[in-house]
DNA sequence: ATCCCTTTGTGAACCGATGCACAAAGTAGG
DNA sequence: CCTACTTTGTGCATCGGTTCACAAAGGGAT
């Protein structure tokens, strides 16, 4: 390290990670829009943050803004696209076609910017064959065949509880290193496996925490002794 | 305030609250082993997290375990179902009946233990009428009235992008003070409201980031200097 | 060129969450 | 009853993340 700052300092903190598609997002839409430049008060409002979060976020990444200027809008897209590696196109394959599987398939959000379904794959033969949003259902024997012919990197989980674990085991054995589950399991993998979980049911038990709080409030105190 | 612990101190950390969820799950595929007790070392391992965290998370409920033996499982289940409020059964509706809805209404674990389906919306006048998961498709007009008649106290929003906010606006005007937003917008609502979100592309985007490290590796290191 | 205004980038204090490590509290066995 | 063993509950150090507040850096006007 000869220079004296040290900008890209290549550990970017991961709740910063977890926020920088909330910017690219709102920058998307400013693109849009048209506008050329934003100021870091007016980003941060458009993603829901503190404008202080944001400048230490973007700093993370480098240098990016100007002082008493801004960002520039289209240059800081690309450089958080960059970041996020999505200026490559990525191959997602769904495992397990069924209410869930398909919206994910349609869902357009999804497919957006950066990634598109290259496979699904289903056990249940009445499934196997179908076409949904213009791709072919392949049967689950194939999984390991099909991932590596069409240079498959991320494996979307919406298979029922039950099958999870070895669906994943497998996909992990076929060179898979990222996973998103949405089966309401915890699964096992090696550490140099990459797993996020997206859980419905868990999201609504904490929503239901706070109702209750709110619905008894302070008045409650029932069986508190 | 007799007592001279003070056990439920009424202020249960967040991060506490979203794992109490993981920790019910597990137990109830205990309960249904018919393992009658537990240590917080296994209850742990089945979560999937880390023990001494586990027994600070449950301390904060009260001092339900015995030393040298465990948890009752029955008993702990009962607990941490009261603490979440799913001893109650939370009422639901689902506004926007597309791919994701259709998906979300037809969830087994979503309606599992604490809530209902109570409701469905959507402003499509093709889809009103229908009847999905054994309920009637109401049309969104119909949103204040519906809310209020049954008693609907938890919103999940899986509308467009483009109708997320007036939707929120509605259900806000009508009392609701807990929202699960799908859709990727950031809802503004007053402060005394709770709003979750859900949001498939941001998942995404963090598994592309990881994902891109490890590709590129420590061998990487193009542009860094 | 100088002054004033805007906005970034960051040092430092603060806050909540994590994990270690151990005393306290219980069981079991002789 | 006393000793040996197990497991909880928690004090304490640590860490990562958030927020404040301000100096540094740039633009624009005179």
New interface residues.
């Given amino acids: ?3 004296p700052s040290h900008p ?1 300092d ?1 550990g970017i903190p991961e709740a910063t ?2 926020r ?3 910017y ?3 920058l998307h839409g400013m693109a849009e829009r048209g506008i050329a430049t934003v100021s870091s008060e007016d980003l941060a409002t ?3 943050v503190n404008s202080a979060k944001l400048r230490k976020d973007l700093s993370h990444l480098g240098s990016y803004g100007t002082r008493g200027v801004g960002y520039d809008v289209e240059y800081l897209v690309y450089q958080i696209s960059r ?4 200026t ?1 196109d ?1 191959a ?1 394959a769904i495992v397990g076609v ?3 599987g ?3 398939a ?2 357009g ?2 497919v ?1 910017r ?2 598109h379904v290259a496979a699904m794959f289903d056990a249940d033969p009445d499934v196997v064959g179908d076409t949904i949003a213009g791709l072919n259902v392949e049967h689950i024997d194939a999984l390991e065949a099909v991932i590596k012919r069409r240079g498959v ?2 494996v979307v989980l919406a298979t029922p ?1 039950a099958a999870a674990q070895e669906v994943c085991d497998r996909v992990v054995a076929a060179g898979v ?4 589950n949405f089966a ?1 399991v ?1 699964l ?1 993998v090696p550490g ?1 496996v ?1 797993v ?1 979980k ?15 709080r ?2 008894g409030g302070p008045l409650m105190a029932v069986d ?2």
Same sequence: chains 1, 2.
Avoid: C
């Avoid at 290193?177 to 998103?180: A, H, N, R, V």
């Fill in positions: 390290m000869k220079s890209r290549r990670v977890a920088l598609p909330l690219l997002r709102a458009a993603a829901g970041e996020l590696g999505l490559q990525w997602v069924g209410n869930l398909r919206a994910l349609n869902y959000g999804f957006s950066g990634f990197s991320i509880a290193t990222s996973i998103l309401p915890v096992s140099s990459d996020r997206v859980d419905l049911s868990i999201e609504l038990q904490i929503l239901a925490f706070h109702e209750q709110k619905a508190t002794q």
